[in-house]
T-cell receptor, first 118, second 115 residues
Framework: EAEVAQSPRYKITEKSQAVAFWCDPI?????LYWYRQILGQGPELLVQ????????DSQLPKDRFSAERLKGVDSTLKIQPAELGDSAMYLC????????????????FGAGTRLSVL | AQKVTQAQTEISVVEKEDVTLDCVYE???????LFWYKQPPSGELVFLIR??????QNEISGRYSWNFQKSTSSFNFTITASQVVDSAVYFC????????????FGKGTKLSVKP
């Protein structure tokens, strides 16, 4: 069964350092999402891509976070500089459709990257 | 504004008991979809079910069943004869029925099933 791949699974970094997370969606899935999940909370969207284009990055802290999906396949999320409050699980998801439309709006999630900022 | 409320933060049951997880949602959209996801300790979110706003038929899948009631804006999830492997955090989520929609999650309910 196809899966969303994420790496690394765990990342420990010091405040003010740069970190990067990688996501490879299910093959053929046009839409890719990055979510952040703080301990004890539900995931919240950071950025949504449709192919290589950003559809929604309204919740992405753009002063320190950046995301790209250059060839419309895999994606990288970067934080520079990391802050203590960035400690969270970063989840990547993909879907075959566009946003909320129809039968293709099921989002499939990867195992996530758990970030600890010291 | 869209919102999903899962009032039960944690539930603990003994194996073989039935348990219902509550979900109440708010939306002004007429077309929307509701989801349940399971998050085991390993971290990944596992898709369980999707319902669209025009289909209020309840669904049963093995030991799992879902009760969707638009009149009360609820989409509750029942596990019959719970098992230890059901222990996880369960999230209810909502997505609007447009082209640009992301999942709006509740805060989750942590279910512990004890042997």
């Amino acid at each position: 069964e196809a899966e969303v791949a994420q790496s690394p699974r765990y990342k420990i970094t010091e405040k003010s350092q740069a970190v990067a997370f990688w996501c490879d969606p299910i093959s053929g899935h046009a839409t890719l999402y990055w979510y952040r999940q703080i301990l004890g909370q539900g995931p919240e969207l950071l950025v949504q891509f449709q192919d290589e284009s950003v559809v929604d990055d309204s919740q992405l802290p753009k002063d320190r976070f950046s995301a790209e999906r250059l060839k419309g396949v895999d994606s990288t999320l970067k934080i520079q500089p990391a802050e203590l409050g960035d400690s969270a699980m970063y989840l990547c998801a993909s879907s075959s459709g566009t946003g909320g439309l129809g039968a293709k709006n099921i989002q499939y999630f990867g195992a996530g990257t758990r970030l600890s900022v010291l | 504004a869209q919102k999903v409320t899962q009032a039960q933060t944690e539930i603990s049951v003994v194996e073989k008991e039935d348990v219902t997880l509550d979900c109440v949602y708010e939306t002004r959209d007429t077309t929307y979809y509701l989801f349940w996801y399971k998050q085991p300790p390993s971290g990944e979110l596992v898709f369980l079910i999707r319902r669209n706003s025009f289909d209020e038929q309840n669904e049963i899948s093995g030991r799992y069943s879902w009760n969707f009631q638009k009149s009360t804006s609820s989409f509750n999830f029942t596990i019959t004869a719970s098992q230890v492997v059901d222990s996880a955090v369960y999230f209810c989520a909502l997505i609007r029925g447009g082209s640009q929609g992301n999942l709006i999650f509740g805060k989750g309910t942590k279910l512990s099933v004890k042997p």
